[in-house]
Each structure stands twice: as structure tokens, then as C-alpha cells.
């Protein structure tokens, strides 16, 4: 036959959507918050990051290559850079640069790739790197340098986060008046990690990615609205907890809610299933936060809810054509 | 605006032809009638070598009552009954008619003139299935179905609508829309008929807003037709799928296999089998002729054809200025949904909806990459399965699984593969799953 035509099964189109752009675009959803921790931490921002996402990408590309012995490189596809990213997002800027390359190779090496790499993951690569470094470094993992455009004079070091938890340990609600107030926090004036400081920006990017349907709303939205109503309802009952904003707009919560539980391997599947996830989220990050050892519950809520998704997978299915049909005869 | 509630993609339209008026195709040298032209048992031929035909005589008689008989749609000496590839790659039963000239049988009426239903009083309801039948009309849309065999509930069930499936939500093709265009009324006589027969007072016409010149015509033309009504829909792909257009017009959704569109009250047909419907009524003419819709970019000139049943796909796509240089791949219906074709030497037959050429670089597949779970199948579902789980347990062959989240529910729409980022051949897997499910079942059934 001179002109062989191709025969395959339908669709013969595509919809053109692919995994680079998906992980390149949260890489752009992050670029606002990542310049302003720059001007925010100076150059020990930089550094970090740096490190962090270089470590990323050599380790994927060295256990791929000489670990798993595959032809295919999967460095370019994103994943490994948004890992690194998040991973420094979630790193104090004056951090050793030794801690973090151990934490990348955490975070790669046992986070993803043990599992058999992108896709296979149980829990979250850039978490399970941050907890990983939080449990064993827990000095350097916790001693933040001054936000260059901090205003809480005296209070270098202690973030917002260990107020609070001081508040209800000395069960004293004046300890809170030494907070910033919530509209600094949403700006970005205050300690913590490179990503923990701006929610305004973690929040445009977050529109960017809904905006993008890189994500759907059913998560960042769940976390969010159920730290609201459990911090709020705790406030109420006693001062000692602080106002459910300042809670919100402290720490990780908007950098966790909107980018780390959202990550597409290690959260479920259908709707129903995200919002289960969400609303547990939020739960298990007041009460660890409020009650737990450790001032930031985030990593942890997300650590263990990761853990969850495969059963929320096995009992949360999407709503079938025609169900509401089928209940409705049975009845 | 309407449209149908779960999941749904958004393909690029690319309706290059929707401007150009349908145009009749020559007539072809030799035309070859697969005795497998619809779904259900295939027509016996009733024809030998050598006998003479006339456009309308029967070739081949249904072969039960699913199923439906062939006719000739051309006149000469039938050459062959044997089997041939037909587009589906397959070599079955077909005859093949040698064209002599245009001749054509005794009372089919081949004017333009339009009858009405007030025209004929003395039509019944079974006198309209009767003629259905005997007509050889299939669901022209594609799934090629006995149209007789939908207009016959089965007992305890009742139709209270009709819905006409106007969508056309497969990019590229635009033969219903031209159809609409050129031949309003004769689809809502056609409707009417339809109505007519399963005894019902109301009848729907969903169309999607992409069409707003079909959308305002009918409207106008059914103002004169009690009981019509259009039904503009918002454009989401598959809108023009049975189950999902009935939800879209009336609301109400088709619970899971057995149960059928029938058991919401609603009888869907195709605008192609309206007309179809139409002619075989009211012009005596067995279902010979279609529109097909002939494009690609690739392609010189995109046309909506009036073709006969029979004719050589390479011919049609010759009338629409010749086969491209670096065309990769041809398909038989839409982007979406239609068969690649492994030559171009088979005839169109009644669910020929459209012809599609596509470039060698439109037409290879990317490489697949792992799943990342991102979730995006189950969003684009519109029968709100979980695409990414069907693939992946038919690929471990496990069958139970795939039975138990409902594998059997898949109507094969493609939207899962055609969304999916990592570029996963996630329909390949679920066909596969759902064909072996679907065997299981009825073995099951039969002990």
C-alpha cells in the first residue's frame, strides 16, 4: 500500500492539556509569593531555593538514571522543580545548606521515588521532606532570621504560631495582643518560613490555578472555611485562642491548603472525597496546633491525611448518571 | 441555558463545512451494500448475480426484528454477493450493484414538494412504524439503531416525549446543521410523524448555541407545529449522547444498565432520521441517501454531500478536491467517537455521518505518561464514573472491580482520554474492560 493511513481507536484529538503545563503552572502560581520572599529574607531566600530546587532535580535525575536504570528522563517534566520549591517554601531562610540537600533527597528519594516516582506517591514529597527535617533538626528548623520589613520589634524568632500556642499553654489571652494584627499577616509582616509570609500572594496564585483549572476549588476551600468556623467558634468560647483570622493568615495554612493538600498524587479523587479530605485538614491543623507538641500542625494534618486517601478513594464516589433516579425508585 | 449536569468536555468545534450548502455527490461507478449496516442481526440478501436493479429495490430483507432490510440505491446489474471490507475493517456479506444509468422503482416520489401530516388524515400510527420498518430507517446520528424497534416501547413502559437530537456536538461535522438549514420543515413533519406513532402531544428539538441560524429557523418554523418546541442548548461535549440530551431537555436522567432511555418517558431521534422518516412516510422513499460531511483541515474543500448509500468513500473525498498529500489518518463520523479507517475503498453505509481527514501531525498519539491522579477524568465523566480506576483495573485484568464501579455505564464518549494531561490511552483500556464485563454478564445471565 502506497499511503498507509494510521488507524486507532477514538478520540483521535486531544484536549492538548498536559502534566508540564499543570506543574509548570503552580510553579507560575508561586513566582509572586517567591520574589516577595525574596525581598522579604534577602539573599539567604535565594540560596535556599536555590539549593532546594537544584537538590530536587539531580536527585530524581540521578536515581532515575542510575537507581532505576530508565532510559526516560523525567526531570523536565516539573514535578521535581515544584517539589523543590515547595520543599523551600517550607524552609527557614537561614537554614545550613547540608540540612536541606539531606531534606531534598528525603523528600525525592524516599517521598517519590521508592514509590516508583511521579504518580506513585503516598504521601506528599515536599512534606514528607519538610517533616522529615522538622523532626530531626528541630533547632534549625524553628530559629526564623528577622523578616527585613518585620515590625514586631522584640519578638524575633517567636512567630505567631508559638504565640499562640503560649497564649493557651499560660491560659493568658494578653500574650495575643503581642501578634500582629491579621492585615499584617495577610500582607506578609511577620516570622516564618520563606512561604508562610504572604498570604495575599499565596492567594493570587491560587486564583491563578482555579482560574487556570489546574485545581478545583473543593479543597483550598474546605481547609479554609473549616479552620474559620472550628478557630472561630474556639475564640468565642475562650479568649485564650486566637481570632480565627490571625489563625488563618498564620503559618503555613494558606501555602498548605492551596498547594500542598491540592498536590493531584496524594489527594482523592472525587469531590465528595476532597471535601472529607479538606474538612479533616482543617480539624486535625487546629487541634495540633492548639494541643500538639508542635506550633504548626499543617505538615502534619496533610502528612496523615495522605494517608486517608486511598480509603476516602474506595468509599467517596463520584455521583453516577442517573443515582438520584435509582434512590428515588427504590424509595 | 440547558445543557446536561455531570462532567462534559469542550473540544475545538472546527465546523469548517457549516457555511457550505449540501451539494448532491455523483453517482458512483459500482456501489457495494453491507448487509451490516446497523446494529442488531444483519440483513439476509435476497438478490443473486446477474439480476437487475432499480434505485429502492430491496436487496437485502431484515434479518429479525432487531434489524432492518437494505435497498439498492443505485440501478444496474448486481456483480457480486460476497463478503467485502466494510468500515469497520471487517469482511462481511455485501452486494455489490454494477451502476447502469438512473432508474428508479415505481412510486417514490422524487419532487421537492412538501406534504404535511394534514395532507394525509388517514395515516395511523402503526401505518407510520409499518413504513419505518419497512424503510430500512436506523438512528442516523451513528449508532445506527432500528428506528422501528425504539418506536415499539416495550409493554408497561410509556412514551410521553420526543426529543429530536440536533446537538451535533462532534467537532467537524455539520450535516445536521445544513440539513436544518435547507429542509426545516420537513423534519418537523418528519417529528410529527414520529410523534404521531408512539401517540405522544409534545416534541423537543435540541440544538446546540453554536447554531443560532438553525436555532432561529426551527423556532420560526415550528411556531406552525403544535406542540414543538426548540430547546437551545448551552455547548458541551458529549450533549448530543441519548442519555445526556434527555437530561439536558427534560431533566430527568436514565438510571444504569438495564434500565433505558424509554423508562424516562422520552424517545430521542436523530434530525437525519427525522427527515429519513419523512421521505419514507410521505415520499414512499426507502432510507438510499444521507448527508455526510466530508472535512479536515487538510482539506481543499470541506462539503456537506447528499451521497447514495454504497458509494466508495474514496470517491467522496475525491469531489471534495482529492485525498492530501500528508494525510495521516481518515475517519469514519467525528474527531470524538468515529472509526479510523484502514483504506478508503469502502462504501458509506446509513451511519455515515461524516468523513474526517486529518494530517499526520494531528493524527499520532503523545506518548503516554504515569498517571498523576490529577482527577480530571472523573471531572470530564459525564456518566460519573472514575475513568482513571476503569483503565487501570481492566489493565490488570481485574474484572470484578471494573463490574463493581459500574464499567458497563461507559457510553465511550472519549472526553476522559480527550482531557487527560498525562496523555493515557484510558479508553482503550475501559472498551476493553467494558466488552469482556458485558460478556460475563450475559454468560452470567444465560446459565
Redo the contacts between chains.
Keep these: 500500500m502506497e ?1 498507509k ?11 492538548s ?3 508540564e ?2 506543574m509548570y503552572g503552580v510553579c507560575i502560581a508561586l513566582l509572586p509569593a517567591l520574589i516577595a520572599s525574596f525581598c522579604f529574607f534577602g539573599l539567604g531566600a535565594v540560596t535556599v531555593m536555590l539549593t532546594s530546587v537544584l537538590a530536587c532535580v539531580f536527585f530524581e535525575w540521578a536515581i532515575t538514571k542510575f537507581i532505576l536504570k530508565r532510559d526516560k528522563l523525567t526531570i523536565l ?1 516539573g ?1 521535581a522543580i515544584l517539589t523543590g520549591l515547595l520543599l523551600g517554601f517550607n524552609l527557614p531562610s537561614n537554614l545550613p545548606i547540608w540540612i536541606i540537600i539531606l531534606g531534598a533527597l528525603f523528600a525525592i528519594g524516599v517521598g517519590k521515588m521508592t514509590f516508583g ?4 506517591n503516598i504521601f506528599n514529597p515536599a512534606l514528607a521532606g519538610r517533616v522529615f527535617l522538622l523532626i530531626s533538626f528541630p533547632v534549625q528548623m524553628t530559629s526564623w532570621t528577622d523578616n527585613v520589613l518585620d515590625h514586631v520589634d522584640g519578638y524575633s524568632g517567636a512567630t505567631p504560631l508559638a504565640l499562640m500556642q503560649k497564649a493557651i499553654l499560660e491560659k493568658d489571652p494578653s500574650v495575643l495582643n503581642n501578634l500582629p494584627s491579621s492585615l499584617d499577616m495577610f500582607l506578609g509582616q511577620t516570622e516564618g518560613s520563606m512561604g508562610e509570609v504572604s498570604a495575599l500572594l499565596l492567594l493570587l496564585g491560587c486564583a491563578f490555578m482555579l482560574w487556570k483549572k489546574i485545581i ?1 476549588w473543593h479543597i483550598p476551600v474546605s481547609i479554609i472555611l473549616t479552620v474559620f468556623v472550628f478557630a472561630g467558634l474556639l475564640h468565642l468560647l475562650d479568649p485564650v485562642y486566637a481570632a480565627p483570622l490571625q489563625v488563618i493568615f498564620s503559618g503555613g495554612l494558606i501555602l498548605g491548603a492551596c498547594y500542598m493538600a491540592t498536590d ?8 465528595k472525597g ?1 471535601l472529607i479530605y479538606g474538612v479533616a485538614i482543617g480539624l486535625l491543623t487546629v487541634v495540633i496546633r492548639n494541643w500538639g507538641a508542635y506550633p504548626e500542625g499543617m505538615s502534619f494534618a496533610i502528612i496523615i491525611m495522605n494517608a486517608f486517601t486511598p480509603l476516602i ?1 474506595t468509599y467517596c ?10 434512590k428515588e ?1 427504590a424509595k | 441555558m440547558k445543557t446536561f449536569h ?1 462532567g462534559g ?1 469542550h ?2 468545534e472546527n465546523k469548517l463545512s457549516a457555511g457550505s450548502p449540501i451539494r448532491e455527490a455523483k453517482l458512483p461507478r459500482q456501489a457495494v451494500f453491507s448487509m451490516f449496516q446497523h446494529i442488531g442481526a444483519p440483513a439476509n440478501p435476497v438478490v443473486k448475480r446477474g439480476d437487475q436493479v432499480k434505485v429502492g429495490t430491496l436487496l437485502g430483507e431484515a434479518g429479525g426484528f432487531v434489524s432492518a432490510p437494505i435497498y439498492s440505491s443505485v440501478s444496474g446489474k448486481v456483480s457480486k454477493v460476497d463478503v467485502a471490507l466494510d468500515a469497520s ?1 471487517l469482511r462481511r456479506m455485501a452486494v455489490t450493484v454494477d451502476v447502469e444509468g438512473d432508474e428508479w422503482e415505481e412510486g417514490i416520489d422524487r419532487t421537492d414538494t412538501l406534504v404535511r401530516l394534514a395532507d394525509r388524515p388517514e395515516l395511523d400510527g402503526k401505518t407510520i412504524v409499518e413504513k419505518i420498518k419497512q424503510a430500512g430507517i436506523v438512528g442516523m446520528g451513528g449508532a445506527t439503531f432500528p428506528t422501528h424497534v425504539k418506536l415499539c416501547p416495550p409493554p408497561g413502559k410509556k412514551a410521553e416525549c420526543v426529543i429530536v437530537n440536533a446537538v451535533e456536538c462532534e ?1 467537524y461535522l455539520t450535516a445536521d446543521h445544513r440539513l436544518m438549514l435547507e429542509k426545516p420543515e420537513e423534519i418537523l413533519v418528519g417529528l410529527q410523524l414520529v410523534m404521531k406513532a408512539v401517540g405522544v402531544e409534545k416534541g423537543y428539538i435540541g440544538i446546540e448555541n453554536n447554531k443560532p441560524d438553525a436555532i432561529a429557523l426551527m423556532a420560526e418554523k415550528a411556531n406552525q407545529y403544535p406542540g414543538i418546541e426548540v430547546v437551545p442548548l448551552k455547548v458541551k461535549y458529549p450533549q448530543g449522547g441519548e ?1 445526556q440530551l434527555i ?1 439536558a431537555v427534560i431533566g ?5 444498565p438495564p ?1 433505558l432511555p424509554i423508562d ?1 418517558g422520552a424517545i430521542v431521534q436523530n434530525v437525519g432520521t427525522c427527515f429519513a422518516i419523512y421521505e419514507a412516510v410521505m415520499k414512499n422513499k426507502p432510507l438510499i441517501e444521507r448527508i455526510i460531511t466530508v472535512t479536515g483541515k487538510s482539506l481543499s474543500l470541506p462539503s456537506n454531500l447528499k451521497a447514495r448509500l454504497g458509494t466508495p468513500f474514496q470517491q467522496l473525498i475525491d469531489e471534495c478536491g482529492g ?1 492530501p498529500e500528508d ?5 469514519g ?1 467525528g ?10 475503498d469502502v462504501p458509506m453505509t446509513k451511519g455515515s455521518s461524516g468523513l ?1 481527514v ?1 494530517k ?1 501531525d ?5 506518548e503516554p ?8 477524568c ?2 470530564a ?6 475513568p ?2 476503569l483503565a487501570k483495573v481492566s489493565e490488570q485484568f481485574d474484572w470484578d472491580a471494573a463490574e463493581q ?2 464499567i458497563t ?1 461507559c457510553i ?1 464518549c ?1 472526553s476522559c ?7 493515557r ?1 484510558l ?2 483500556h475501559i ?1 476493553l474492560g467494558k466488552s469482556t464485563v458485558m460478556g460475563i454478564i450475559r454468560s452470567r445471565s444465560a446459565k
Design positions: 499511503n493511513l494510521i488507524v486507532s481507536l477514538s478520540p483521535h484529538v486531544h484536549g492539556d498536559s502534566v503545563k499543570n517534566d514535578s516516582g511521579l504518580g506513585q478545583t493531584y498524587v496524594t489527594s482523592p479523587m472525587s469531590h476532597q478513594n464516589k463520584p455521583k453516577r448518571f442517573g443515582e438520584v433516579v435509582r425508585a | 455531570i468536555v473540544p475545538e475493517g467537532p442519555k437530561d430527568r436522567q436514565v438510571p444504569a434500565a424516562t485525498l494525510t495521516g489518518k481518515v475517519i463520523g474527531p470524538m467517537m468515529g472509526k479510523a479507517l484502514m483504506s478508503l474526517l486529518m499526520k494531528e493524527a499520532r498519539r503523545s505518561q504515569p498517571c498523576i491522579r490529577c482527577a480530571k472523573v471531572g465523566c459525564p456518566m460519573g464514573l472514575e482513571y480506576l464501579n459500574d455505564s465511550e472519549g482520554q480527550f482531557t487527560c494531561p498525562s496523555h490511552t479508553l482503550d472498551r
